[in-house]
């Protein structure tokens, strides 16, 4: 009988992590921090310490709420630039401008916050519904609940697949092996035990603890939070662990254009304000004007406009099934046009039956079958489709239940295999063995024929074997080896796995999905390349690669694969379709060869060993899967479907095209009209706009371009990969910057020459005509097509329509003296209106010849970024 725990400590301090807590047993620590070792705590007992501790979850400096939102809004440089415009108003008197100024200021970071601060939220309620879980042992239970629920004291129950959700010393483990990568850097799993560390110990050395971050590869183990949340030793360093995710090709685009656009800003505004000094305008006016330029070229709400385009993409992928937990990877979702994948439950059905139990020589046994069952009821590590199987299978057939289990030596990686010992009333204490074929029988030494007779496994009955092998695979069936050994004690290791007596095999058929050709027929007219990376044998594959429309005539196995340099392997990757019996290792070898090759690579995985792979460019797992994979993946799949990924992808690319709009539009339309308002500056015997209604002017035109998030995409956008390109901007800028620019020394003709406009005049046409070309160039340059062709999302359309009628009557109403507005005569404007159509009809047949020139473009950049990936893509084994 155990004492019952001490009273619940009510402070921090009471919780605290025990000193040096690795130099003490798990019993100690149960004892210090209050707990029982067969119960754990109560549930009474873990709410009240959640409330002192708080929250296992780790918080960073850059992580808050609304308030770090709002305020990194008015860290913008460019927010900088018109606070440092008005402050320089209002200290020369212009106070009047100053106040306009600020107001805009204010305005547009709040447009910017209530943007990103929705789309802040609406992922992390995304995120959440993907959230890890852990087992837990409650009031003497075993419950299944949220990682951030731990608390110290808390007994968690570990397995082969398991995220380690707190700093933990072991109370008991079974063959427990961990992955410290994360935490230490140490490539191979850790064995760890029961027992104590010395004080002076690194955490390498500490084998009695687990920690938060860290991973499980085999084995089982029950241990004792000790410490949670920013408590740990992986928040200690979590800025240095953190995984280095690498720069998507999209940020790296974006942060080189805001390079670009920076040079421009800089040279213009400079040019501008010199000029207007030689030409003795007022320092005042000079100023304000030239930095109202800089902030009209820039588009400044840039960063609101990708958060809130992603987080719509992701809310809209949500609904369909598809969880993005980083928003930057949706871009390279839009990119991917290679997707490796396993093959079970992704293009088979998932649904695994076993077919026949049969003897070394291939007869039916009921004798192979009972072994089999035996050692899936027993074995306590990673539930597997396979045992489910078995045990399913040979639910009817009414086994004796006499039997004890003895002990066990988990499945793991290298061995690829899983032992259970057990002893019944009929038969001595034996080591029932179970796994991958190869590796069975390279610790046999004889095989039970269907006669019940042991022989020697020799070569020749070896070479007898591998035939039927491959007949069966080639059939599509699944083989799974079952082997023993009568054992006289009941201390085993993994050393006691040799001489072994081949029992027989569990033959399986794992049927493809029905839909999977389509699936992949999909997917294919996206222009993704589905290629499959197996640990399975070759003939399985291959037979389920014919089976729904796969290519299944080159392939690479992972031992041609170990014989191979990394050159060697970057030349076959891309020519290569299928990779079967891979090794754990060789995967993220494949993925970093096939984006070596310039490709965009999707790693689709759910088990332990596919982790380090899942840190391809787009990393997607399934929501069963274990947690080290499912918290490794950008992307999580609620449907283990195909299907569904490729409606993932369409959302992506929606993305993409819609924030490269924005860019492209931004840039063309400002960089025209702050080019001509720069030339007319020095042309003109007064600046052609005040700085307050530049910044009106830019206020105004960004208002629809919130709206460019729910904006319909063309269907032939959605059938290629989208990658980024910022000579294509660059392009964009150069051919429709200058047209903006024609129509505005038009405009400057007609208010001049024509209307004999004065400057407040002028100012005001100018102003409606410059508003009405930039909403103008929204709806014409969103698609490829003809503009009338292509309908654009009912939001943007009607906001276009709104802020045009907006700016077209701000001279007629009663404030618009503010603004130095006066109202325009009806035929000044019927000419406005009648250049801004012929703006129209020229920027359309601009716009055609020069998307008939983007083909050869395209492929110009994907040869550069094949370069480009060749020279920089990060190579895991350089030896």
């Given at each position: 009988m155990h ?10 301090d ?25 119960n754990g ?6 709410a009240?310490?959640?409330?002192v ?26 927010v ?18 100053a ?34 879980t ?18 110290p004291g808390?007994?968690?129950?570990l ?20 992955s410290?990568a994360?935490?230490?850097g ?5 064995s760890?035990?029961p ?35 920013n408590?740990t ?19 790296k ?5 805001g390079y ?11 040019v ?28 400044e709400?840039?960063?609101a ?22 928003l ?20 088979t059905?998932g ?26 009821t ?11 199987a ?10 004796p ?7 066990e ?7 690829k295999?899983l ?39 020799d ?18 069936l ?10 006289a ?54 037979h ?92 999580v ?13 369409d959302?992506?690319?929606?993305t993409f ?78 051919w ?6 024609v ?22 046409g ?13 709806l014409v ?14 939001l ?7 802020v ?39 920027l ?18 994907s ?17």
């Amino acid at each position: 009988m155990h004492a019952p725990p001490s009273p619940v400590p009510q402070s921090l301090d009471a919780l605290a992590c025990p000193e040096k807590y690795w130099t003490k047993t798990g019993c100690e620590i149960v004892v210090s921090l209050a707990t029982s070792a067969t119960n754990g705590l109560s549930s009474d007992e873990a709410a009240a310490r959640l409330r002192v501790v708080g929250s296992n979850s780790i918080r960073t400096a850059h992580t808050g709420g609304a308030l770090r939102t709002l305020a990194a809004q008015f860290r913008s440089p460019l927010v900088l630039v018109l606070v440092f415009a008005a402050v320089v108003a209002a200290a020369f008197g212009e106070k009047h401008d100053a106040i306009i100024i600020g107001v805009i200021v204010l305005a547009s970071c709040l447009l910017g916050f209530s943007q990103e601060y929705g789309a802040q939220r609406a992922v992390e309620a995304l995120k959440r519904r993907v959230s890890l879980t852990t087992t837990v042992r409650r009031d003497g239970t075993s419950v299944i609940l949220p990682a951030n629920e731990i608390v110290p004291g808390d007994l968690i129950e570990l397995s082969a697949g398991s995220l380690i959700p707190a700093d933990a010393v072991i109370l008991e483990a079974q063959d427990l092996n961990v992955s410290e990568a994360s935490l230490t850097g140490e490539t191979f799993p850790v064995s760890k035990a029961p027992g104590k560390a010395a004080p002076e110990a690194a955490l390498s050395g500490r084998l009695n603890c687990v920690f938060t971050g860290t991973s499980v590869r085999s084995g089982t183990a029950t241990v004792v939070a000790v410490a949670t949340g920013n408590r740990t030793e992986f928040a200690s360093i979590a800025s240095a662990v953190a995984r280095q995710i690498p720069e998507t090709d999209f940020a790296k685009g974006i942060r080189h254009f805001g390079y670009l656009m920076t040079k421009v800003m800089l040279c213009i505004v400079l040019v501008v304000f010199v000029a207007n000094l030689v030409l003795h305008r007022p320092l005042v006016d000079s100023l304000l004007f030239s930095l109202a330029l800089a902030v009209g070229l820039t588009p400044e709400l840039l960063p609101a406009i990708i958060s809130v385009t992603l987080a719509r993409g992701a809310r809209i992928m949500s609904r369909a099934g598809v969880i993005v937990r980083r928003l930057e990877a949706m871009e390279n979702l839009g990119s991917m046009d290679v997707l490796c994948t396993d093959k079970t439950g992704t293009l088979t059905t998932g649904v695994i039956d076993l077919d026949r139990c049969v003897t070394a020589d291939g007869k039916d046994s009921q004798a192979v079958a009972h072994l089999g069952w035996l050692n899936a009821t027993m074995q306590s590590g990673m539930r597997n489709p396979l045992d489910d199987a078995v045990k399913q299978s040979l639910a009817e057939r009414n086994f004796p239940s006499s039997y004890r289990k003895c002990g066990e030596i988990p499945y793991d990686f290298l061995r690829k295999r899983l032992s259970v010992i057990v002893e019944g009333p009929d038969c001595p204490r034996r080591l029932i063995a179970k796994g991958a074929v190869s590796n069975i029988l390279e610790v046999c030494t004889h095989a039970v024929s269907s006669t019940g007779k042991t022989i020697a496994l020799d070569e020749a009955m070896r070479a007898d074997i591998d035939t039927r092998y491959r007949d069966w695979g080639t059939a599509g069936l699944r083989v799974i080896a079952v082997a023993t050994k009568e054992l006289a004690s009941d201390r085993i290791s993994k050393e006691d796995e040799t001489g072994l007596k081949l029992e027989g095999f569990l033959l399986f058929i794992d049927p493809p999905k029905p839909d999977a050709a389509v699936a992949l027929s999909s997917l294919s007219a996206r222009g993704i390349k589905t290629k499959v990376i197996s640990g399975d044998n070759r003939f399985v594959v291959a037979h389920l690669a014919r089976t729904i429309g796969l290519g299944c005539d080159r392939v690479l196995t992972g031992s041609d694969i170990a014989a191979m340099s990394n050159d060697a392997l970057f030349a076959r990757a891309t020519k290569t379709d299928l990779f079967v019996e891979i090794d754990p290792n060789q995967k993220e070898r494949i993925i970093a060869a096939l984006r070596k090759s310039g490709h965009v690579v999707g790693y689709m995985g759910d088990g332990i060993n596919d982790a380090p792979a899942l840190h391809a460019d787009v990393g997607i797992s399934v929501d069963s899967a274990v947690d080290v994979a499912r918290e490794a993946a950008d992307i999580v799949l609620l449907q283990r479907d195909l299907s569904v990924l490729a409606r993932g992808v369409d959302d992506g690319r929606r993305t993409f095209a819609n924030t490269l709009k924005y860019i492209s539009i931004a840039t063309s339309a400002n960089f025209g009209n702050m080019a001509s308002m720069a030339a007319a500056s020095m042309a003109l015997p007064f600046l052609p706009l005040l700085a307050k209604q530049i910044l009106l002017n830019n206020l105004l035109s960004d208002i629809p371009s919130m709206a460019i998030a729910t904006d319909n995409v063309d269907s032939t956008t959605l059938r290629r990969p989208q990658q980024w390109d910022i000579a294509r901007i660059q392009r964009f800028m150069l051919w429709f910057g200058p047209l903006s620019s024609v129509f505005d020394i038009l405009t400057f003709v007609f208010l001049l020459a024509v209307a004999a406009a004065g400057a407040e005049q002028f100012r005001s046409g100018w102003f409606v005509e410059s508003l009405i070309t930039q909403l103008s160039t929204m709806l014409v340059v969103r698609t490829p097509g003809p503009f009338w062709k292509s309908r654009p999302g009912p939001l943007l359309l009607s906001a276009t329509i709104a802020v045009a009628i907006l700016g077209t009557a701000l001279p007629y109403l009663p404030f618009a003296g503010v603004f130095g507005f006066v109202p325009i005569p009806g035929s000044i404007l019927a000419g406005l209106f009648g250049i801004s159509l012929a703006f129209v009809v020229s920027l359309e047949a601009v716009k055609r010849v020069y998307f008939r020139k983007q083909p050869q473009g395209r492929r110009k950049k994907s040869r550069a970024l094949a370069r480009s990936r060749q020279a920089s893509a990060l190579d895991p084994d350089q030896g």
